[in-house]
């Protein structure tokens, strides 16, 4: 501490020596001499006036001489550096990394730099750190390094300048020794800036010794103590949390009366922020307020960050938000990218996504898979700890700003092979009950064959303790190749020791024994099986394998095929000895003449046949050389007791089922039946087709028929079969379904749009009590599965809205509690809603008003506000046509106007309840009423709110408030009426109405509003589409425009002018 105080005398005498060389005002300095907006970060976060003062203290002519100039000397350097010129030229700003590519090339070849090449080199650099977030100080450190290296040539102040201003931005941690012993060592005699740079270094880092060692040679110099210098000794207290230290230097900055400059009340407010003293900053904020002294965005962007990388952002980032704030107040859209990835990069996660709830940028693009990908990529690659990354992923999606943030995230760690941040994020995943599918896993398991066995079974026994083993495909491609196979039964052990089962494993298995022509093995293993498994890959990879070992093939064909009989419940054999053929046929080699015989042969030995459908698609498919030899041997091997093929559909040249109208059904159902084939997928076709068309006599009669057969509706066929019913609005029949459903199946969930859907059916035909008791007994959603409920939002709106248009408000309330109650949906403006639209419907416009004010006390929700305003407008209106005897009743209308506007105040302010009376008034059509509500706003008129609410009347085709918008506008200052004009154009040219379009032309010449070109653009295309003459000069881009929405003849465009047709005319005279 003493030291301390003896190094702060030093520096006050040092100050006073020095007060003669201090200007009387700093603050008429130039921006180009404010090095103080060097301190502490890059100039991608800075102003335009800090990145002209980077350069300044080297001479332009210095700087123009070298910047862009083909070097002599070395080739291999100018080779390097030529490199990275033509790099900038053609594909922009370089960046570090090309900086350190640079370096390390440079270092490989063991060359040295003469001064000239090493400045250049500085340049490229310190443009390449202005643009980055990422941590650079370890290459900025390798430049010196680079040119120290065999050189003995001594360097000058533009480069010492340069470099320091690079360390500076680059936030590289420099000592007063280690900055001073480079100067000795290159004879430099030091700048004013030059010592400013260096103050600057040391404060930023709070190496307050260490200044009084600049102090020592500024005192040698004589040079004037600037405000800069100060500002650095005040950075150096603050980054030693020493505010007593801060405000001794402001006490002697106002004894030496010395104006305070933004550069100053800039330092003051880090240096208290990161000394942790956070009211002050707010005190150097009315300080700055009440000097009429104003600060920048980049000044604030700095503030910003130093208070994040200081761990000040406060408990709940109230500091932080005040900053941001104060920003806004200098631009209301803001651009917070670099700092939010700065902020990532420098582990700062939680302070980065607080920020992006202030990104205009992401808050645009809320739905979207990709808004914010870049920071979820960044933190995937920085952060550590994968459970901060997974708390941030969940951030992200609770506050709306990305609801795949953890998808986008498990995609990235994927991408990166980060395994172990994978696992993590997937059991996250899991636990919040999304799903999890099997490509998720396959980045990981690529190139598997080079894994440890033992290291897949861990990866298998992963997949199975969070709930998706894996499937037949990923057993198939990744998990069992990597395995030793020579023994098939241990393989199946290793995987049964895991939590699989023998009839998962079988099939994968069996195929990659055969695709690895390891026959005898698959055929011993084949042979222990006592579980039921598919032969639906098998007979392709057999079909491989029959053109190299054909005999062992077909014996291995014939044992599966009897294992697979063996599990066989129904009559119908599936026929997968045709299946072998068919698949043979449509391999790569095919089928040749020659070798049918002895494949039928084979075939017929093991005793394997194939169906008379099978051998029609064979002959049918084949090519005109075999298909004479196949119908003259196919009979060899026909069986009439094997069903169909089972890949049928992909050779059927049949209409599938599925495609088939309802007289073709009826017709395969008969077929069906005549071979006595399963009939229950045709028929309960054919019950949704019956039940579409209110047939329900046939629908009966197909239950019937799929009851005699043993079969019985299923509780999903009874399901979808309700839904068809209320679809065609049949619904004693839907109620009957839904009867049989509960009877049938009482322990089957019936989902909630079904439900919904169902009872609002009910609800629009008066059966209200049957639709409250079904709703009753709906389940519900439980926990926070707020995706479900989004997707039934609009049906339960529906629901609502249908119970108020029965004008019964306990109908709506009593829906609406089952709702709430059974947890289906959120409360907001969409459900609530019906409750007050009840009461307008009514005509009961006291009772829509305390609803309103109730749930906005409960909820802090206004629903329907707009329409509530324009049913009291309408309430005002018909009480003054009423008369003089009626006073009470418009003075009650009037008080309840005033209540409602009160009401909207109390929730969203004063401002916004005035715009919401501004828009119910146009819409409600007073257009005078609205010039009153503008005229009351005066100054206080959200331009852009207007904007949006003009293009929403725009997107929705509402002529008749933009027309009451021109009347009311017209007198009123600080309106674009341009605006409106042109949202009014936008439903004329939708509309295709040409002579409305050409009025409001006309109307905006009488009134001298000026149109913009978008305005005359889409004029003219108007015109034009209806061969009617364009009133007005259009320039040659324009005029395109006009000819190529009217005629869309690209190809005469193609290497020729277009030269227009002349029946487009301009005023006199012909376009072009």
Known sequence: MASRIQLYKFALRTLRVARKYVPPALSSRGPQECVCHLV???????????????????????????????LEGNSEVCQTLS?????KDRLGPLNIADIKTGIE???????ELSGDEFFQLLQMTIKAVEIEYRNCSDVVLQLLELYRNGKDKPLTLRHIELYYKICLLAEVPLTS?????LIEEHNIDVSKELVEIMILILGRHGRIDDTADILALMKRKSFPVSEVIFSGIIFAHGFNRDLEGINSVVETMRNLQMEFSSIT?????????VAGDFSKVKSVVQQMNKAKVDCTLSQLKSLLIDIVKSNEAGKDFENMDYVVELMKQKESTLDLSVIVLHLIHHNHAPEAIRLLSSHAAVL????????????????????????????????????????????????????????????????????????????????????????KASKVMEFVQNMVALGTPPDVETLKEFIIPSLTLKDPGAVERMLKDVGLTVSVISSPLLTVLIQNNMIAQAMEYAKTLRVDFSLHDL??????????????????????????????????????????????????????????????????????????????????RANESIQAELKEHVHMIVDKSLGHPPKEQDYNMIPHPNDMNIEELEGHLTELQTKGFKTRGTIRRLI?????????????????????????????????????????ENFDAALNVYIDLKQAHPSFTLDEYKVIDFSTALVKNGRIEEAVKILGEAVGFKGNDDNARKQVRRNCQALLMAAAATRKYEVVKEIFDILKRKSIIRIDNLMLGPLVKCRLNNGDYVGAVEEVRSVAKKFKCLPMKIEVLMHLLHNIKKAELDGDSFQESRDKAKHLLEEMVNIIARINGPISAQHDLLFACLEAGYPSKATQVLKSLGRKIDKSLIQRQCQRYAATSREEPLQNFLMSSKSVPGISREGIFYSLLTIYHVQNNSSKGLSLWTQMQEENVLPSEAFLGTLASLLASNEISIPFDVSWNLCNLVILSHHCAMESLQGKLYHPPLSIKVQNSFIG
């Open 83 to 87: 490199m990275l010129q033509m790099k």
């Open 539 to 620: 007979t392709t990879a057999l079909a491989k394998a029959w053109t190299t070992s054909p005999n062992s093939a077909i014996s291995l064909l014939a044992i599966l095929i009897k294992k697979a009989r063996e599990h066989e419940t129904s009559g119908n054999l599936e026929d997968w000895g045709g299946q072998f053929l068919l698949d043979i046929t449509s391999s790569r080699n095919g089928l040749d003449k020659h070798q049918i015989v002895p494949l039928f042969k084979e075939l017929k030995k093991n005793e394997i046949g194939i169906s008379e459908i099978s051998a029609d698609f064979l002959v049918g």
């Open 40 to 70: 502490g970060h890059r100039p991608s976060y800075w102003s335009n006036d800090l990145r002209r003062h980077v350069y300044t203290a080297v001479p332009n002519e210095t700087l123009g001489s070298h910047a862009n100039e083909t």
């Open 177 to 181: 020794k280690v900055m001073l012993s």
């Open 688 to 728: 949704l087709l019956h039940a579409k068309k209110n047939n329900t006599e046939r629908v009966l009669s197909l239950v019937k028929d799929l009851e005699e057969t043993g079969e019985k509706m299923s509780s999903g066929m009874l399901a979808t079969l309700l839904s068809t019913y209320v679809s065609a």
């Open 105 to 111: 090339k440079l270092k490989s070849q063991e060359v």
């Open 265 to 273: 009340y800039h330092a003051l407010m880090i240096a208290y922020a």
């Open 364 to 451: 645009r693009n809320r739905e979207y898979y990709n808004n914010g990908l870049i920071y979820i990529k960044e933190m995937v690659a920085c952060l550590q700890d994968a459970d901060l990354l997974v708390n941030m992923c969940q951030q992200l999606e609770e506050s709306g700003l990305n609801k795949y943030a953890s998808l986008v995230a498990l995609e990235t760690a994927l991408k990166e092979h980060r395994e172990e941040v994978t696992w993590v994020l997937l059991k996250s995943l899991k636990e919040r009950g999304k799903p999890i599918r099997q490509h998720y896993f396959w980045p990981l398991l690529n190139g598997s064959k080079s894994i």
